[in-house]
């Protein structure tokens, strides 16, 4: 583990640590190779890109990374603990603490408000009642939409819809946030706010972050682009400097 | 979490209010017909020392006269008293002129139906007037009469028309029911008749309630060979049978009412399934976030349960406004039903029983809930 972290691309601590990791399916009679040999290091405060055509295994990589899926072989370590010896309450628990997840589709509950999607995360600790509500507020300050609070999923834009759901990943305040194709629904304008929230979250709020993408234009926003191509890592990861990546911010 | 199983419930009123109606409407049956059960049985003028004898065949036939100082020489049998019921229509066919009207003998009624109380002064006039009758001091009230107040009563089962005089007054205090009927001389009714020397039915007083399987025995014994054989039963069984509702009827309401539980817990269950079924996605971004597989399980479950607690309280507010309705329809048509109420017990049953309803519908589709697979659950389309 050690050794792992004095590894990291960018210098810092690592934080997500994938080794030689493989995902296959059975579908059928068949056995798909999703993921094959996966190396991956992130440093904490990275803002990392993963791109590759579709099939190419980076939601599978990113559902790994998540907890929410689990490897057929290898390991997933955050920030040093191997999250595949996790039992699945510990693991429920362990993603509440340190994962913030950004779908493509949202994924707001419809009956809920803004506020209360938000919010739902708290209710899993022990926050009170006007401790949540100054966390959400926070949160839905930070992402635009303070003024949007008791607006349905159905009463808001998607680019507000996702601005809700990014305030829902962070509102716990996660040690790594995850993104899979968090524009790939979004007109251009509502994307580059998006990219310009993710940015800002990483930069000003030191935030980890791993994207899923298939866009050139959203991954240029983050400081290290990593291609997965048949379920492989096809360029060497390169650490770029924070200030050459996604000039516009 | 309340919040988001109140919302989830709400979310599609047509199914939810479907699902709650059918609850509901099974709750409100089997409240009903319990109390309906419990009215029958509870009949509050039954005393559990009493026996009533009646011909065998049919309550429409008549026994001999004679049977009465038979039965009087039973062991364990304290007075004998006939009743003959008279039918007949007073004023018109309406429900509320509608009253039990029997031909009674003055010197034994009261052995029998001791726990009626009449004041010496009204209980010697009647007995000595033949065209006399004492009523109950409930029906006294509602139809307005007062002492001396003569009425005829035309006859329908018997060619006579009685021409009687309110001679005296009734009264049992725990058991208003009872005081909603008159009793007239039944030798009036013979002397009309020709003295044919018939009797409806003969009422035992019994040393105490220990008694009667040995006297229901013993009077069915001493009459089987006879040409008018008989049957003995307990008040309470005689007014099952006086209803006409043969048979066994707490196993038939019960077969009914399990029947109908069995087939809504189905329906409910199905319900929820689709429910739950809908919402694959919102649970498996809700275990995204953290959510423990525990707590999908509650959400899906506490929902169920409301449904069926929300049926029964539907199902219990029908039943009590309508047997509300319904009892002061039939007080005056049967007053056995004087006594029909949701009692606490029924509804509290309804209760549990609707909140149970809801608890097992909900156990398959929470547990299938809370075992959704995350990511194939992402990738669902909903």
């Given at each position: 583990m050690e050794e792992a972290k004095s590894a990291s691309t960018a210098g810092g601590e690592t934080l997500v640590e994938v080794e030689n990791v493989e995902k296959s399916y059975a579908r059928d009679r068949l056995r798909v190779?999703?993921?094959?040999g996966v190396d991956l290091r992130v440093d904490t405060g990275e803002f990392v890109a993963l791109m590759g055509p579709s099939g190419s295994g980076k939601s599978t990589l990113l559902n790994l990374i998540a907890g929410i899926d689990s490897p057929t072989s290898g390991r997933v370590h955050i920030g040093g603990r191997?999250?595949?010896?996790?039992g699945e309450s510990d693991l429920a628990r362990w993603r509440h603490r340190h994962i913030g997840f950004i779908f493509q589709f949202y994924n707001l509950l419809p009956v809920l408000t803004a506020f209360e999607n938000v919010e739902l995360p708290l209710k899993l600790t022990r926050a009170d009642r006007s401790l949540r509500r100054r966390k959400v507020q926070t949160a839905l300050e930070v992402v635009g939409l303070a003024d949007r609070i008791d607006h349905y999923p159905r009463q808001l834009s998607g680019g507000q819809e996702q601005r809700v759901a990014i305030a829902r990943a962070i509102v716990t305040d996660p040690t790594l946030l995850l993104a899979d194709?968090?524009?790939?629904?979004?007109?251009a304008d509502s994307a580059n706010a998006i990219l310009d929230l993710l940015q800002e979250l990483n930069r000003s709020f030191g935030k980890t972050i791993v994207m899923v993408t298939h866009d050139p234009l959203a991954a240029a926003r983050a400081q290290r682009t990593v291609r997965l191509h048949k379920g492989q890592i096809v360029n060497a990861p390169q650490a770029v400097p924070a200030e050459a990546a996604g000039g516009e911010g | 979490m309340g919040k988001l199983v109140w919302r989830n419930l709400t979310r599609n009123r047509l199914r939810t209010a479907l699902t709650v109606a059918s609850v509901g409407l099974a709750l409100f049956l089997l409240t009903f017909l319990g109390s309906l059960l419990d009215a029958i049985e509870g009949t509050e003028t039954s005393s559990e020392s009493r026996v009533v004898v009646r011909h065998a065949v049919s309550l429409t036939f008549d026994m001999p006269e004679a049977y009465g100082n038979r039965l009087t020489r039973?062991?364990?049998?304290q007075a004998v008293t006939p009743l003959t019921w008279f039918g007949g229509t007073y004023k018109d066919q309406r429900p509320a002129n509608f009253f039990p009207r029997f031909g009674a003998d003055p010197s034994t009624l009261f052995e029998v139906f001791d726990d009626y109380e009449i004041s010496t002064a009204d209980f010697q006039a009647w007995r000595d007037d033949r065209g006399g009758f004492i009523a109950g001091q409930e029906l006294i009230d509602k139809q307005g009469w007062e002492m001396g107040e003569r009425i005829t009563v035309l006859g329908d089962i018997y060619p006579l028309d009685l021409e009687l005089t309110l001679r005296g007054v009734f009264t049992r205090a725990d058991a208003?029911?009872?005081?909603r009927q008159i009793f007239f001389h039944r030798r009036y009714l013979e002397e009309g008749l020709g003295n044919p020397g018939t009797v409806g039915t003969y009422w035992l007083k019994l040393d105490s309630a220990d008694a009667v399987p040995s006297v229901v025995r013993a009077a069915e014994t001493m009459f089987e060979s006879s040409d008018a054989p008989v049957r003995a039963e307990t008040e309470e069984a005689f007014a099952l049978s006086f209803l006409e509702l043969l048979g066994n009827v707490r196993l038939l309401l019960g077969s009914i009412g399990l029947a109908v539980v069995v087939s809504i817990l189905f329906i409910t269950a199905n319900t929820m399934a689709m429910a739950a079924r809908d919402r694959v996605r919102e649970v498996a971004v809700m275990r995204t976030l953290g959510f423990q597989r525990g707590h999908v399980t509650w959400l899906v479950l506490l929902e169920a349960i409301l449904v069926g607690g929300l049926g029964a309280m539907v199902g219990a507010g029908l039943a009590v406004l309508s047997i509300g309705a319904l009892r002061s329809g039939l007080e005056d048509a049967l007053p056995l039903f004087g006594t029909l109420e949701a009692s606490p017990t029924i509804l509290g049953g309804a209760l549990v029983l609707g909140l149970a309803i809801g608890l097992l519908s909900g156990i398959v589709p929470a547990w299938n809930a809370s075992r959704v697979d995350i990511v194939g659950g992402l990738r669902r389309v909903t």
């Amino acid at each position: 583990m050690e050794e792992a972290k004095s590894a990291s691309t960018a210098g810092g601590e690592t934080l997500v640590e994938v080794e030689n990791v493989e995902k296959s399916y059975a579908r059928d009679r068949l056995r798909v190779e999703v993921l094959q040999g996966v190396d991956l290091r992130v440093d904490t405060g990275e803002f990392v890109a993963l791109m590759g055509p579709s099939g190419s295994g980076k939601s599978t990589l990113l559902n790994l990374i998540a907890g929410i899926d689990s490897p057929t072989s290898g390991r997933v370590h955050i920030g040093g603990r191997d999250i595949g010896q996790l039992g699945e309450s510990d693991l429920a628990r362990w993603r509440h603490r340190h994962i913030g997840f950004i779908f493509q589709f949202y994924n707001l509950l419809p009956v809920l408000t803004a506020f209360e999607n938000v919010e739902l995360p708290l209710k899993l600790t022990r926050a009170d009642r006007s401790l949540r509500r100054r966390k959400v507020q926070t949160a839905l300050e930070v992402v635009g939409l303070a003024d949007r609070i008791d607006h349905y999923p159905r009463q808001l834009s998607g680019g507000q819809e996702q601005r809700v759901a990014i305030a829902r990943a962070i509102v716990t305040d996660p040690t790594l946030l995850l993104a899979d194709e968090p524009t790939g629904d979004l007109d251009a304008d509502s994307a580059n706010a998006i990219l310009d929230l993710l940015q800002e979250l990483n930069r000003s709020f030191g935030k980890t972050i791993v994207m899923v993408t298939h866009d050139p234009l959203a991954a240029a926003r983050a400081q290290r682009t990593v291609r997965l191509h048949k379920g492989q890592i096809v360029n060497a990861p390169q650490a770029v400097p924070a200030e050459a990546a996604g000039g516009e911010g | 979490m309340g919040k988001l199983v109140w919302r989830n419930l709400t979310r599609n009123r047509l199914r939810t209010a479907l699902t709650v109606a059918s609850v509901g409407l099974a709750l409100f049956l089997l409240t009903f017909l319990g109390s309906l059960l419990d009215a029958i049985e509870g009949t509050e003028t039954s005393s559990e020392s009493r026996v009533v004898v009646r011909h065998a065949v049919s309550l429409t036939f008549d026994m001999p006269e004679a049977y009465g100082n038979r039965l009087t020489r039973l062991d364990q049998v304290q007075a004998v008293t006939p009743l003959t019921w008279f039918g007949g229509t007073y004023k018109d066919q309406r429900p509320a002129n509608f009253f039990p009207r029997f031909g009674a003998d003055p010197s034994t009624l009261f052995e029998v139906f001791d726990d009626y109380e009449i004041s010496t002064a009204d209980f010697q006039a009647w007995r000595d007037d033949r065209g006399g009758f004492i009523a109950g001091q409930e029906l006294i009230d509602k139809q307005g009469w007062e002492m001396g107040e003569r009425i005829t009563v035309l006859g329908d089962i018997y060619p006579l028309d009685l021409e009687l005089t309110l001679r005296g007054v009734f009264t049992r205090a725990d058991a208003p029911s009872a005081e909603r009927q008159i009793f007239f001389h039944r030798r009036y009714l013979e002397e009309g008749l020709g003295n044919p020397g018939t009797v409806g039915t003969y009422w035992l007083k019994l040393d105490s309630a220990d008694a009667v399987p040995s006297v229901v025995r013993a009077a069915e014994t001493m009459f089987e060979s006879s040409d008018a054989p008989v049957r003995a039963e307990t008040e309470e069984a005689f007014a099952l049978s006086f209803l006409e509702l043969l048979g066994n009827v707490r196993l038939l309401l019960g077969s009914i009412g399990l029947a109908v539980v069995v087939s809504i817990l189905f329906i409910t269950a199905n319900t929820m399934a689709m429910a739950a079924r809908d919402r694959v996605r919102e649970v498996a971004v809700m275990r995204t976030l953290g959510f423990q597989r525990g707590h999908v399980t509650w959400l899906v479950l506490l929902e169920a349960i409301l449904v069926g607690g929300l049926g029964a309280m539907v199902g219990a507010g029908l039943a009590v406004l309508s047997i509300g309705a319904l009892r002061s329809g039939l007080e005056d048509a049967l007053p056995l039903f004087g006594t029909l109420e949701a009692s606490p017990t029924i509804l509290g049953g309804a209760l549990v029983l609707g909140l149970a309803i809801g608890l097992l519908s909900g156990i398959v589709p929470a547990w299938n809930a809370s075992r959704v697979d995350i990511v194939g659950g992402l990738r669902r389309v909903t």
